[in-house]
């Protein structure tokens, strides 16, 4: 038998098949490929100048007319806020009374992303349940894997926004009492795309009539669709005014690089906000609105649009790829064009990706270190969240502790507070952000407020 590395001497793995090529650029070639990214795209020249793109509503409002789908709206109740997306078209954002859709990335990767979401809401006294009763979206798997399919996505899309509209009836509310807000960016850009394609595919239709029938998830044997499919970065900007009212620390020296998250607004591209007081309209309007808002520098660097790296695929088959992406075309650039303290994201991939992979420009030895946060996470430090029980920093792999010092954190003091806390957490005396009995909304596990726990 041959020697095994003898076989394969010379061949090049990608998980990609043998349609993965590299291009054999130089440098200068290379430069001149993605030159474009730098050019005045600014305008949205790019989703502007296209004939008008179809708005997926009109198609759900018929649809619900003809008897097909029952629509979840965004009622009166919900406090909604009246924002203009890419085309100029309206979207309303609920305020209040929400369900969060949470995100298994932040749950596994990133805690301190939801926890400061929650601790943020609470500081405004915002009505919203917390429950156990969902599951992932599944996206990752279909676009990282091609395994995953159109049909599984729509039905998890589907069961996940029937169980936001029916939650309410364990505390004896009316269905739709909750609205569903996403907290990742990957489940937000890919519920949009199954909207879309269930409300033009009679077919996709029929076929989650059957599988929803079964699940017992259909509302008087109609689909259930959302009037609008809301990501928490979307809540966040126009709450952003609420929110500085609670800042308690300054923020005005931190110069700020944001990270738009492709599967926020490349994705759905018509649905994502833009505001003409946001950097005169030019970029996505969430994650920069609350940072302006709070007073930091958002500095602008050339690479802002290239995605984190992270693109589902190669973070599996080329993750060396993923990593000097990344390094290179990101963070690096932040630091050394922006002289940035902080990138902000909006996503959990993101937030991964430019966090968690810093280590890898020790390789080439160029050291580069930048902190990274979601905007939810940033909000919640000024705001006087503390910096490991609430925001917890120290599950970052890139430090934090240049940014707080910047602030004017005393994190040494803060980390001793934590580590007394915890002593406290083994002992079984931890705080919740949440009453726990309301985190079960379906069998005999859930507990009205007010009964002993």
């Not at 591209?269 to 958002?298: C, F, H, K, W």
């Not at 080439?364 to 503390?386: N, S, T």
């Not at 970052?396 to 406290?424: C, N, P, Q, V």
Request: hydrophobic share 35%; with cysteine.
């Amino acid at each position: 038998m041959s020697d095994p590395n003898e076989r394969t001497a010379g061949e090049r793995f990608t998980g990609h098949g043998s349609e993965w090529k590299s291009a054999a650029l130089s440098a200068k070639e290379a430069q001149g490929a993605t030159a474009w990214v730098e050019q005045i795209i600014d305008r949205r020249s790019m989703l502007t100048n296209k004939d008008r793109v179809e708005d997926v509503r009109d198609a759900m409002w018929q649809l619900e007319k003809d008897g097909e789908i029952l629509v979840h709206r965004v009622s009166d109740e919900h406090r909604p806020v009246h924002v203009r997306t890419l085309y100029g078209w309206d979207k309303k954002i609920p305020t209040t009374q929400l369900w969060h859709h949470k995100s298994c990335g932040q749950c596994g990767n990133i805690p301190g992303y939801p926890t400061s979401l929650l601790w943020l809401m609470n500081q405004m006294q915002i009505e919203y349940l917390d429950e156990t009763d969902q599951t992932s979206c599944t996206a990752w798997n279909y676009h990282g894997s091609g395994i995953g399919n159109v049909e599984s996505l729509a039905a998890v899309f589907l069961r996940n926004f029937h169980q936001a509209y029916v939650a309410s009836k364990a505390q004896g509310l009316p269905e739709g009492y909750y609205y569903p807000l996403v907290h990742c960016g990957t489940s937000f850009g890919n519920y949009k795309e199954m909207r879309s394609f269930l409300m033009h595919s009679a077919k996709l239709r029929e076929r989650m009539r059957k599988i929803l029938g079964k699940l017992g998830r259909l509302v008087d044997g109609k689909l259930l669709i959302p009037e609008e499919v809301v990501h928490y970065s979307e809540w966040l900007h126009v709450m952003r005014d609420e929110v500085a009212k609670r800042r308690v620390i300054d923020c005005s020296a931190i110069r700020a690089t944001i990270h738009p998250a492709c599967h926020v607004y490349k994705m759905i591209p018509e649905d994502a906000i833009y505001d003409e007081t946001v950097l005169d309209g030019n970029r996505v309007a969430v994650s920069t609105g609350i940072m302006q808002t709070l007073g930091t520098q958002v500095i602008d660097y050339s690479t802002w649009y290239d995605c984190c790296g992270f693109g589902f695929r190669h973070i599996i088959s080329e993750r060396e790829f993923t990593r000097s992406f990344a390094i290179d075309r990101k963070i690096r650039v932040a630091v050394e064009e922006a002289h940035a303290d902080v990138m902000i994201g909006h996503d959990t991939g993101c937030i991964t990706t430019l966090d968690k992979n810093q280590w890898i420009s020790k390789a080439d030895g160029r050291p580069v270190g930048l902190p990274v946060l979601a905007d939810c996470q940033f909000a919640a430090l000024v705001c006087g969240a503390h910096p490991y029980k609430i925001v917890q920093s120290h599950w970052h792999a890139s430090a934090t502790e240049t940014l707080m010092d910047k602030l004017g954190i005393d994190w040494r003091a803060r980390k001793a507070e934590f580590e007394e806390y915890l002593k406290d957490v083994a002992a079984g005396r931890g705080e919740t952000l949440y009453d726990p009995r309301r985190m079960i909304t379906s069998g005999p596990g859930y507990k009205r407020l007010g009964q002993p726990g």
